[in-house]
């Protein structure tokens, strides 16, 4: 048609027909066609530099687009399109899940397996592709028609749906200058992340995903600032299981989300975690090959958080209050937040501060309510060890008053508790050591805790301990620090009750003309009875003991004591330190002893 | 000034001779050469032009009945450039390729003979098509990103002309060369003429 183009001097044509000698060249080096794609695996022509590639079809494009009779869709797609899907879903989830559609669905036409590569539109026959290959071979790029275990897509983002879910960016975010965006229709699609014809940077992704920055794009998660996970240069030592399995960062850093997650044909399902069960994703770092702590040998002891004996049980979305008896590191851990300031030294006077790794963690409070995070140590404890359903374990011993509700025994008001909630009810505690007074306050890990832990020796100020702190795992029973005998007719020894002995002066217990009970020395080590046969470690709850038989946690075991005659089994208090016993106890019927 | 303009020219006259020499071989015996139909009276060129008494508004000589058809635009969600109802050349392609109008409508009769029904007939939803009759400029380029700056008003690079500055079906086809394929102007071996503008 341009032939037809009228030209008004001849003369002028030829005058130009000589300058376009020289000016031919420059025309045809203005704008050279930037062929990026061909470069990639998404070449699938005979050029293509991927294994997957066609026979002798040389059109690179043709494998997706065709300029005229295509599928109505937008984008030219000259391909056939799948129609059934199984949606990601997850409990967390707040957008409307649905089957993929917009871009998604041309991407899956060979993503999901099921289409030959080579079947488009407007070719009669299949483009015929080597080594025999139809469908896209299987692998990590094959997602299959079960999306359960991907990133959803093809679902709408706008500011409700922030509003509902939270930690997200704002849907203004994900549009240009950002290469990360939404399409059309507001929906967040395979092209929000992937950019089909560029790989500059590696799986087609629209930006880098270097300390996740792609992933940032949308997530904000609420601490992670802070979090050891986003910031850590730590590194691999090459021992064990690599802890990156599809990315090839080398720091804990330049891995950040992925360190756990992935976002396809993920093994933990609607986490979109790295392996389906919960802690493996943990233990690949926190066992000692990446973590300065190893987390791993802990848990492997005989009592402890043994997180590897469920798996899927664990749902972030469960009530703060435990319902179903499990324990995952995230239901004690927020991996978001997670850092390595270290918490208030046990004792002194002040309230205690939670380490770096319980920040952003729920609990329910000493009043039983939720809170979102947790301030102090045992909010997280009476999440499983409270009011919930899931509260284990039993009881070790039968007790005059039984309780098993630790949210119960530590009130404030209770007749006598250790000083986890607040300062203990004894105005004179003579046997505490340097380091505690009747103003301290009490953590839980205090005596349930690793038997490694920092201060699982020396003392509060001067711990000697070289393991992890944390209750993970122990090798005595409870999960207790140290050494804590039980079994009547104990021989009494500092390593016996080791635990006790950590606050409470040995000499001070059953030596001779001290203020403690004095008859101490008679029982433990006289009748070599263990503490707990008199004493109820946790506390007893006011609503059922009395200041008058339970003050000094008072609560007698009742397989070693038994009845004075048909006498209700009780201690009365008499004054600051006397009191006065009824019942039956190594063959002794203490009938009112009195001291 | 001058210079510009002499330039400018210089351009269009090698496209033009380019475009001559081409096709001058080509449309005898291509698909787009109905004298062999007894309805063309034998001729090649009178189907869509004549010498004389053409359609002055339609340009190119125009002899053929022009489609009235209202058509469906081709959109899409990452579609940056804004095209309109098909104009200039596309709309004589059309006047045979949407399917409205008879093949032996020309010359002022009213033919009986449609464009038959293979992947060469468009219809009147062009949705499914590439987009024509949109303006392809620095400005488009830029907002896409992924286009190709054109070179000037009437290029976007060597071959592939403009009109105007719009992109028109015959931005990609030389009806009168069939030597391409589908009547393209360039090869598309390796996606090339796709390539010339989609910096994909």
Known sequence: MRRCISFPHFKAVAVAGVLALIVLPVSLTVAPADAAVATTKHNLSVSGTGTVKATSENQICVFCHAPHNNYPSGQLWNRRVGTSYTPYTSSTRKSVAGQPNGASLLCLSCHDGTIALGEVRNRTTNISMTGGVTTLPAGNTNLGTNLSDDHPVSFVYDASLVAVRGELAAPTALAPPSKVRLDGSSQMQCTSCHNPHDNTNTKFLAIANTSSALCNVCHLKNYWSVSDHKNSTKTWNGAGTTPWPHTTGTTVAANACENCHRPHTAGGGPRLLNYAAEETNCMNCHNGNVAAKNIQTELNKTYGHKVATRTGVHDPAEAASVATAHVECQDCHNPHAVNATAGSVPGGSVAPTLPGSQVGVRGISISGTEVNPATTEYEICFRCHADGAANTPSPSFARVIAQNNKRLEFQTTNPSHHAVAGAGRSATVPSLLTGWTTASRVKCTDCHNNNTGRYSSGTPSAPTGTGPNGPHGSTYPNLLERQYVTTDNTAESAANYALCYKCHNRTSIIGTGTNSFKEHNKHIVGERAPCSVCHDPHGISSTQGTTLSNSRLLNFRTDVVTKSGTQAIRWERVGTTGGKCYMTCHGENHNGYSY | ?200
């Open chain 2, 1 to 200: 000034m001058r210079f510009g303009k002499i330039v400018a020219a210089a351009v269009t006259a090698v496209l033009f001779f380019a475009a001559n020499s081409a096709s001058a071989a080509g449309i005898a015996g291509s698909k787009h050469d109905f004298s062999a139909s007894a309805w063309s009276g034998t001729q090649i060129c009178n189907v869509c032009h004549t010498p004389h008494n053409a359609n002055q508004a339609a340009g190119q000589l125009w002899n053929h009945a022009l489609t009235a058809a209202t058509f469906t635009l081709y959109a899409s969600s990452t579609l940056n450039a804004a095209p309109g109802q098909p104009t200039g050349v596309s709309k004589l392609c059309l006047s045979c390729h949407d399917g409205t109008v008879a093949l032996d409508s020309f010359g002022g009769a009213t033919g009986t003979n449609f464009i038959a029904n293979n992947s060469a007939k468009l219809g009147t939803d062009l949705s499914n098509d590439h987009p024509i009759s949109f303006a392809y400029t620095a400005a488009l380029a830029t907002a896409d990103g992924s286009l190709v700056t054109p070179a000037s008003a009437a290029l976007v690079v060597a071959g592939i002309p403009l009109y105007g500055t719009n992109v028109e079906c015959g931005s990609c086809h030389d009806v009168h060369s069939p030597t391409n394929g589908a009547f393209l102007r360039v090869s598309n071996a390796g996606s090339a003429l796709c390539l010339k503008c989609h910096t994909k």
